[in-house]
C-alpha cells in the first residue's frame, strides 16, 4: 500500500455518529454473516502480520493469564459472532441504535475487527486476540451514513454506555470518538464509573487537522489511547494534548475490510486498534489479580509503562507511556495502589467495595486538565538526553509500536435531534 492510499484508508470515515445503514461507504451490506470457512486470502498470513504480539511477549504472558474471566463490552459497529476466530467468544449484547437488525449485525467489519483483536482465538486463520481468553459484549451504535434518519435512538451512545456499565463487562472499549461533549454522555461515563467499570477510548486521528479533543477519551474517567509506532514514536496522526493516558501499538494491523467479512485488508490503523490493544492489556491484568479494582488495573498500566521522562508527568503525545503489561504478568512489577482512588482523577470512586484493601496510597498521578508537555514533538519519539531513541522494552523485547486500525478512527459529530 502506498503512502497516498494509507492516508486515504485512515480518514475515509469522517465520524461514527453520522448514521449508518442508509448507504455506508466501506460496507456493501450490513448484516451479512461469515458462512463456512475463511478463505485462503483470509488465513494465509493474517496473523503473521499482528508483530506486536511477538513484541509485547503475549505468548509467554498467555501461559500466565489470556483474560479468561473477563468481560468486554464493545461499542463500535456491531461485532459478527461468526467470523471463525470469534466463535465462542462473543456473548449477548445490546443494538442502541433503533434500526432494523441485531449487535451481532456489523454493518462495517470496524466493530469485529477490534473484537478480533481484543479476544479473537485466531482460528481459521483470523486475528489472534491479545486476550483470547476474554469476552466480548457487543454494543451496536449508529454511524455517520445514518445521521438524517430521523427513525433511529438518537442517544444510542449515551445508551449503550450505560447498558455497558449495567453488564457483567468489567471493561468498555469504544474506538472511535465525538468532537462535542454531550451533558448526557457524560453522565452515562460516571455512571459507568460508579459501577467500577474501566473506560477506554481512541483520542482520534487528527492532529494534522486541527487537533480536536475527542469524546469520551477528554472526559475525566475515561482512559484516553494514542497511538505510536514500531520504534516507540507518536504516530504523526495521532492526536495530542490532556486527553491522551496511555499510547499502544497500532500499525500495520489486519482488518476486516467490509462488511461481506470475505478477506483482511492491510493498512494504517490508527487509534482505534491502539484502543483495543489497550483494552485487552487491562483484560490480561485484570485476570492474572481477579481481586483488584478497575483503579488498581489501570494504576499498574499507568506505573508499568515504557517512558524516558519522570514518572508523574504525562506526555502530550503519549501519556503516561507505551503500554506494556508483560512487566507486571512476567516479571510482578508495578504498584496497584489504592482500590477505591482512580489514577485518572486522584478522586476516590465508588462501586470499589468488596476488591482488595486499598494500598497506604495511590501513585501520584497527574489529573487530565494538569497534564505537562513533554520534551517530545508531535510525530516524533521523546529521545534521551544523549539523543538516543526510546523504544518499547517490554521484558527485555525492544518492541514496535505503531498506529491504529486502517481508515477507521471515527470522529464523531453530535446528531441534531
Known sequence: MTAAMSQTRRRRMPGLRRRLFGAVAVAAA???????????????????????????????????????????????????????????????????????GEETDDYEGHGTTMA??????????????????????PMRVAGAKWQTTETLNPHDTSDAIRAAADSDAKIISMSFGNDFASDREEEAVKYAQSKGKLFFASVGNEAKNGNPERYPAAYAEVVGVSSADREGKVAEYSQNGRTVDIAAPGNDIPYWCDATFKSYCDGDGGTSAATAIASASAALLWSAHPDWTANQVLNVLFDTASRDWEKGTLSKYLGHGLIRPSMNI????????????????????????????????????????????????????????????????????????????????????RRTA
Not at 499482528?50 to 501461559?63: D, F, I, R, T, V
Not at 496510597?361 to 497527574?366: E, G, N
Request: hydrophobic share 40%; no cysteine; aromatic share 4%.
Open 330 to 413: 512476567l516479571k510482578g512489577k508495578g504498584t496497584p495502589g489504592a482500590a477505591d482512588v482512580s489514577p485518572l482523577t486522584k478522586e476516590k470512586t465508588p462501586g470499589s467495595a468488596g476488591s482488595a484493601a486499598p494500598s497506604a496510597s495511590a501513585s501520584s498521578q497527574p489529573e487530565k486538565s494538569e497534564k505537562a508537555d513533554d520534551a517530545a514533538m508531535a510525530g516524533s519519539s521523546t529521545e534521551k538526553n544523549d539523543g538516543s531513541q526510546l523504544g518499547l522494552i517490554l521484558g527485555g523485547v525492544a518492541v514496535v509500536l505503531v498506529l491504529g486500525v486502517g481508515g477507521f478512527l471515527f470522529a464523531r459529530r
Open 116 to 137: 478480533e483483536l481484543i479476544a479473537g482465538t485466531g482460528k481459521g486463520g483470523g486475528l489472534k486476540g491479545l486476550a483470547p481468553g476474554a469476552k466480548i459484549i
Open 30 to 100: 450490513w448484516s451479512v454473516g461469515f458462512s463456512g470457512t475463511a478463505p485462503s486470502a483470509v488465513a494465509a498470513d493474517v496473523q503473521s502480520k499482528q508483530w506486536y504480539l511477538s513484541a509485547m511477549q503475549a505468548a509467554e504472558m498467555w501461559k500466565t493469564a489470556t483474560g479468561e474471566g473477563i468481560k468486554i463490552a464493545v461499542i463500535d459497529t456491531g461485532v459478527n459472532s461468526s467470523t471463525p476466530s470469534l466463535e465462542g467468544q462473543v456473548l449477548k449484547g445490546l443494538d442502541a441504535t433503533g434500526a432494523e
